[in-house]
């Protein structure tokens, strides 16, 4: 499919492999051939991960593929102005690579999207509007635009970003000929429907795994139902992901050749991002790491010992959501710890708790009393305290030390189940 011409909104693709082809010769030049490298959390667990670094696009997603294909198909047509809903990474790909070819681009984006955000799309010289809570007011409201215009409207789930975004596929499979499985990040499905043509095609063994966040599991809610169906989209770490229903192309193309949908909890998701930024020093957002995340919770024994690439599709998260995700993360694996004691309420009661943290090598981080709904004798307050840790050994020498010297210490409950934990060293 070389232009829109013959494209109908009502029509099913499956998007066949020439046109992969075809977008990556369209493409070349235009956007970075990503690294795949060897996960330094390989050395740390019990399997040999690959990371395909798409977060280190320009743009800092694989959007840019697929942006990019459409644009060079579309001609003519797209030089009149073109509008794209997105939930960020395809406005910013737009912006981008609009500026670049000389096409006019409206960029249409959920109410919530970050003001950084926005202001980087319209210093490119895209159009910026804000409409709607999620991606489906964003696409209603595109659809409006371009109804009595002569702009052209490019949804996620068009043929031609599906075959750009197959590029990708091409390269892992490329880089790494001996890949035994693939596990891509859902969102609109059309990334996961192009991986997939793409390493079928040329390694047949090669299997393919979707990721997606619990919260909005369109995925798997639609392979289950045999066509695509609405599911709430639930605030998450994942907001990359937060499209109601997967598009109905992409469905078209991976019903019945998917090996697997991996559903991941969203604590795996904030853990997943800790690790990329420590230990393999990469930003990347919650749907960016998706499909770390589902190895991590442990979705994938039967892939242990094979050659997994985990593919990182996007890294654009502001600093304020990144902050906050950092919290999240330490809270998740264990390494914030939060914890309530009755003390003493004199002079020495504070200095004397904050000795024996201090003695066990733990950074205190919070400290707040609590004396009015304290239902103890009037002598002791209750002190609710957030410490730093650094490992499940160092956390459990810490509550043994803490228990012996405060019997009535409490500690809360973390929200990961030991049935989900793996082996991270």
Same mark, same amino acid.
């Given at each position: 499919? +070389? ?9 099913? /693709? ?7 082809? /075809? ?9 970075? /051939? ?31 593929r697929g942006i990019r294909n459409a644009f060079i198909a579309a001609g003519e047509l797209a030089k009149m102005g073109v509008v794209v809903p997105s939930n960020g990474n395809l406005a910013y790909a737009a912006a981008y690579h609009?500026?670049? %070819?000389?096409?006019?681009v409206t960029v249409v984006l959920p109410e919530r999207t970050p003001p950084a955000q926005a202001q980087r799309y319209s210093e490119l010289g895209a159009d910026v509007m804000l409409c709607?809570?999620?991606?489906? +007011? ?13 702009? *052209?409207?490019?949804?996620? +789930? ?17 880089? %790494? ?6 596990? !891509? ?55 990359? *992901? ?60 039967? *892939? ?28 998740? @694996? ?8 009755? !003390?003493?309420? /004199?002079?020495?009661? *504070? ?26 004798? !009037? ?7 957030? !410490?730093?840790?650094?490992?499940? +050994? ?6 043994? @030390? ?24």
């Amino acid at each position: 499919m +070389d232009t829109y011409n013959n494209f109908s909104e009502d029509s099913l /693709h499956l998007l066949s492999f020439s046109e992969i082809k /075809h977008a990556a010769e369209r493409i070349e030049g235009g956007i970075i /051939h990503t690294p795949l490298c060897e996960a330094k959390l390989s050395k740390h667990m019990d399997y040999n991960i690959y990371l395909k670094c798409e977060n280190l696009q320009y743009t800092g997603s694989c959007a840019e593929r697929g942006i990019r294909n459409a644009f060079i198909a579309a001609g003519e047509l797209a030089k009149m102005g073109v509008v794209v809903p997105s939930n960020g990474n395809l406005a910013y790909a737009a912006a981008y690579h609009g500026g670049i %070819l000389g096409i006019p681009v409206t960029v249409v984006l959920p109410e919530r999207t970050p003001p950084a955000q926005a202001q980087r799309y319209s210093e490119l010289g895209a159009d910026v509007m804000l409409c709607g809570e999620n991606i489906d +007011d964003s696409i209603s409201y595109a659809k409006k635009i371009v109804h009595d215009s002569k702009q *052209l409207l490019i949804l996620p +789930d068009d043929p031609l970003i599906m075959a750009g975004l197959g590029t990708v596929g091409l390269e892992i499979i490329t880089q %790494l000929p001996e890949t035994d499985a693939v596990i !891509v990040p859902a969102a609109s499905g059309a990334l996961l429907a192009a991986v997939l043509v793409a390493c079928k095609k040329l390694k047949c063994s090669c299997l393919v795994y979707g990721a997606e966040c619990s919260k909005v599991p369109k995925v798997m809610k639609a392979l289950q139902a045999g066509r695509p169906v609405a599911v709430p989209i639930l605030p998450n770490l994942a907001d990359g *992901l937060n499209f109601s229903t997967i598009g109905s192309n992409a469905f078209a193309t991976i019903r019945g050749r998917l090996d697997r949908m991996l559903v991941v909890d969203e604590s795996y998701i904030a853990r997943a991002m800790i690790n990329v930024l420590e230990r393999e020093r990469l930003v990347a957002d919650g749907a960016g790491v998706c499909s770390i995340a589902a190895v991590m919770q442990g979705l994938v024994p039967e *892939l242990r010992g094979k050659r997994v690439v985990c593919l990182i599709s996007g890294g654009n998260i502001d600093s304020g959501r990144l902050s906050r995700t950092i919290q999240r993360g330490l809270g998740a @694996s264990g390494r914030l710890l939060r914890f309530a004691v009755a !003390v003493p309420d /004199h002079r020495n009661g *504070l200095e004397n708790l904050a000795k024996v943290i201090a003695e066990q090598n733990a950074v205190l981080k919070s400290l707040v009393t609590e004396q009015m709904w304290v239902h103890t004798d !009037v002598g002791t307050t209750w002190a609710n305290v957030v !410490v730093e840790m650094s490992s499940d +050994d160092h956390i459990a020498n810490f509550k043994d @030390s803490i228990r012996t010297t405060y019997p009535s210490v409490r500690f809360t409950v973390n929200d990961l189940e030991d049935r989900h934990k793996v082996n991270v060293r």
